[in-house]
């Protein structure tokens, strides 16, 4: 993709990242070997009280009542997107809701998801899309809108390049980062084709009265400064059988969410019978989120 994706859209990686990732690889190695555990590690018992700590540190910071789960991937379940490139407005309600749901700061901001605006003459073209279009003024005469997040790719790369094995593919197909074991590197920033990771150059703003309480441990609580971060399809809601935020704040319902394996799914109706498309295709990183055109 161009550089209108975003500020972190990655770029081939040069001498001095690769050099930097082989740092961070090195230090990794001894943090593996000699550091805590990482959150798949550690044993279901200390795990609870992990989280009842975690859960008294943020009802005491942000003045509220917050729960911390740790909802395991379902059996049967994996987890796919669709959006309907026909449909979407380029409103961005998607943007704030994903904001709102994520605890992503405000300031500085932080988003998971981007709409790119791009020309329908030239098609999907991503070296002249524009993210900064304004949104008050669409859908624009000629222009059509494509939200890029994470793609929950099922071959990704950014995974394999992480020297401590902070970030994995969950069963349920989410990939997830554990935010305690995060070194900051942003090894997977370089490595991820769709610029989905962001990089926290600062402790997150956001008011107390907006924090969402209901925290999963891999998904959207606060995240420290010096980590990535990214979409998790709204791991502490799918988890529990709802949609993510993006699905239910899109006004003209673009945004389709559903469990992979079950043939009755929508999702599934649609990759049967409709024409899908992938981003990036050619690098095979195999995404579990998918566009088409449903007019
Ligand atoms: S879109 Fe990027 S961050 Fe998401 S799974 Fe694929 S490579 Fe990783
Ligand atoms: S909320 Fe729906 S219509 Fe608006 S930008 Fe997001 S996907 Fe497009």
Request: a positive charge.
């Amino acid at each position: 993709m161009g550089d209108t994706m975003s500020s972190d859209t990655p770029h081939p990686v040069t001498r001095r990242q690769f050099a930097s990732c082989t740092a961070a690889a090195a230090a990794g190695f001894l943090l593996t070997a000699c550091g805590p555990r990482r959150l798949r590690e550690v044993p279901k018992a200390r795990l609870r009280s992990m989280l009842d700590d975690l859960e008294r540190e943020y009802s005491k910071t942000y003045g509220k009542a917050v729960t911390v789960s740790d909802t395991p991937a379902a059996d049967g379940v994996v987890f796919a997107y669709a959006l309907d490139i026909s449909r979407c407005i380029g409103c961005r309600r998607c943007v704030y809701a994903c904001v709102d749901e994520n605890n992503q700061s405000r300031d500085p901001q932080v988003h998971w998801i981007r709409v790119l605006s791009m020309d329908k003459e030239r098609g999907i073209d991503f070296a002249h899309a524009d993210a900064y279009y304004d949104a008050k003024e669409v859908p624009q005469d000629g222009h059509f809108y494509v939200p890029v997040a994470c793609q929950q790719c099922r071959n990704p790369p950014c995974t394999k390049v992480c020297p401590v094995g902070a970030t994995w593919a969950e069963k349920d197909g989410i990939v997830v980062i554990d935010y305690d074991w995060c070194i900051g590197c942003r090894c997977c920033m370089a490595a991820c084709p769709y610029g989905a990771r962001h990089f926290n150059w600062s402790d997150a703003g956001i008011p107390n009265e907006q924090v969402n309480p209901a925290m999963h441990y891999l998904g959207n609580r606060p995240r420290p400064r010096g980590v990535v971060e990214k979409c998790t399809f709204c791991i502490q809601r799918v988890r529990k059988g709802r949609y993510p935020a993006c699905v239910e704040a899109c006004p003209v319902g673009a945004r389709k969410f559903g469990n992979l394996l079950d043939p009755e799914s929508e999702i599934r109706y649609i990759i049967e019978h409709k024409r899908v498309l992938v981003l990036k295709e050619e690098l095979n990183t195999m995404p579990k989120f998918f566009y088409f055109y449903g007019t």
